[in-house]
C-alpha cells in the first residue's frame, strides 16, 4: 500500500472551518494525513490542526491593523511548520489576506508541493489583476460558482468547478410539510446587528404601507438571536406596525423562505439561500454612503446579488441605498404579490440559477479533485 499523502489546510473564518471540515470528511482516511489551522469543526477532525479562528477571524481594516503583529507573527511559524513538515499540498480555504500572502511566501521559500486554493475569493469583482498572480502561484483552483472556471482557465489555471456547498447543506432543511402562505411575506434584514439596524426599518415601513392597503397581509421575519429578535420588535414597533400582524422567529429563516408567498431579503448568502427555496423576493442593500462610493469604485460587477452574478442580467430586483426605502420595497412586493405570472417567472429562473451550481457533492467533487492533482489512483 503506498504511503499516506500529508495535506496541510488553512482556513481563518466560520464558513471556512465548515468547509474546511467537509473536504476533510470527503478525503479518504487511508489516504490522508491532516493537518494545519483552522477551527474547532476542523480540529475535532484531525490532531495537527490548530484552532487560531479566535484571533483569525477578525472583520474589517481597522480590526486587522490592530493585529498586525499577530498576523506577522502567524505567517511566520506557518511558513516554517509548513518547511519542517513538508505536506504534498497545501489546501488554501478562502481567507485570502493571509492564504495568497502565504501561497507568496512559500514559493518564495521554495515549496516543492502542490499548492490549491478551494473556495475562490471574489477577486473576479474587486481584485482581477490578482488571477494574474494566482495562476503563476498556484496549481489547482477549485471553485464553486460556475462563472469562476474560465475567468482562472483563461489565466492559464488549472480549475475544477466542484458546485456549490449550499446545494447539499440546503437540501437537508428542505421542508415537504410546509406549503406557502398566499398573505404571509417574508422580512429578512441578515443576521448582523448592523444590517439590522439599517434595514429592517425600511422593511418593516413597507409592512406598514402594505398592511394599510391589504389588511389581509402578515409578516415573517427571522433573528439568529433572541437580543436581535427583541430589537425588531422595538423598531417594529417605532413605525407603528402591530405585533399581531408580525411574528419574529430566532433561527427559522429558512422555514420562512419556504412558508412565504414573497419577500424582501437582505443582500448576501441569504439571497442564494431563498433563491434554493424558491421564494420570490428581492434585495435590499444599505451602508454609509462613503463606503458605497469607495466600495463601487473597486468592485467591478455589474450586479450586487449573487443570483444576478450567476445569471449575468437582473433576475432579481436590486433597492439599493436610498431605493431600499419603505416605499420601493413595498411597491416591489405588491407587484410580485399581485403578478402571479412574475411570481411564477421569478420562481423558474431562480431555480435556473440554482441548477447551474450543481447537483451536489461539492465537497466529494472538490477531495477527488485534490486526489488527482496528487495523482492518487483507486
Not at 504511503?3 to 490522508?32: I, N, Y
Not at 486587522?64 to 488554501?92: C, H, N, Q, W
Not at 511566501?105 to 494574474?132: M, N, T
Request: aromatic share 8%.
Amino acid at each position: 500500500m503506498s504511503k499516506k499523502q500529508r495535506l496541510f489546510l488553512v482556513a481563518g473564518e466560520v464558513s471556512g472551518d465548515t468547509h474546511g471540515a467537509a473536504l476533510m470528511r470527503a478525503l479518504p482516511e487511508a489516504e490522508f494525513d491532516l493537518g494545519g489551522l483552522g477551527g474547532p469543526q476542523m480540529a475535532k477532525l484531525a490532531a495537527h490542526v490548530e484552532d487560531w479562528l479566535d484571533e483569525a477571524a477578525v472583520l474589517g481594516l481597522w480590526e486587522v491593523l490592530k493585529k498586525y503583529g499577530y498576523f506577522r507573527a502567524k505567517m511566520e511559524e506557518t511558513v516554517s511548520r509548513i518547511g519542517k513538515e513538508e505536506p504534498d499540498a497545501v489546501v488554501l480555504i478562502d481567507y485570502p489576506g493571509f492564504n495568497l500572502r502565504l501561497a507568496k511566501r512559500l514559493r518564495k521559500e521554495g515549496f516543492a508541493g502542490k499548492l490549491i486554493y478551494y473556495i475562490s475569493p471574489q477577486v473576479w469583482a474587486w481584485k482581477k489583476g490578482r488571477i494574474k498572480v494566482m495562476a503563476e502561484l498556484l496549481d489547482l483552483m477549485i471553485c464553486i460558482f460556475p462563472f469562476e472556471k474560465p475567468l482562472y482557465e483563461n489565466s492559464g489555471l488549472d480549475t475544477v468547478f466542484a458546485g456549490h456547498p449550499l446545494v447539499d447543506s440546503l437540501a437537508k432543511l428542505k421542508r415537504d410539510d410546509l406549503e406557502r402562505e398566499p398573505d404571509l411575506i417574508a422580512l429578512l434584514p441578515g443576521s448582523r446587528e448592523r444590517e439590522v439596524e439599517a434595514l429592517f426599518p425600511a422593511m418593516a415601513e413597507a409592512a406598514v404601507r402594505l398592511k394599510q392597503r391589504h389588511p389581509e397581509l402578515r409578516f415573517a421575519a427571522s433573528a439568529v438571536s433572541d437580543r436581535l429578535a427583541d430589537r425588531m420588535h422595538g423598531i417594529a414597533n417605532e413605525v407603528r406596525l402591530h405585533p399581531s400582524c408580525l411574528e419574529i422567529g430566532v433561527g427559522n429563516v429558512h422555514d420562512v423562505m419556504q412558508r412565504a408567498a414573497v419577500g424582501v431579503v437582505a443582500s448576501g448568502t441569504a439571497t442564494l439561500e431563498a433563491a434554493y427555496f424558491g421564494l420570490p423576493y428581492c434585495l435590499v442593500y444599505k451602508v454609509a454612503w462613503l463606503t458605497y462610493v469607495v466600495g463601487r469604485a473597486v468592485v467591478d460587477i455589474d450586479y450586487l446579488g449573487i443570483v444576478n452574478v450567476i445569471a449575468d442580467r437582473e433576475v432579481v430586483k436590486e433597492l439599493l441605498q436610498g431605493e431600499a426605502s419603505g416605499e420601493r420595497i413595498s411597491r416591489e412586493l405588491e407587484r410580485l404579490l399581485s403578478d402571479e405570472g412574475a411570481r411564477e417567472s421569478l420562481q423558474h429562473e431562480l431555480a435556473a440559477v440554482i441548477e447551474r451550481l450543481g447537483g451536489g457533492g461539492a465537497h466529494e467533487n472538490a477531495a477527488n479533485a485534490i486526489r488527482e492533482v496528487l495523482e492518487i489512483k483507486d
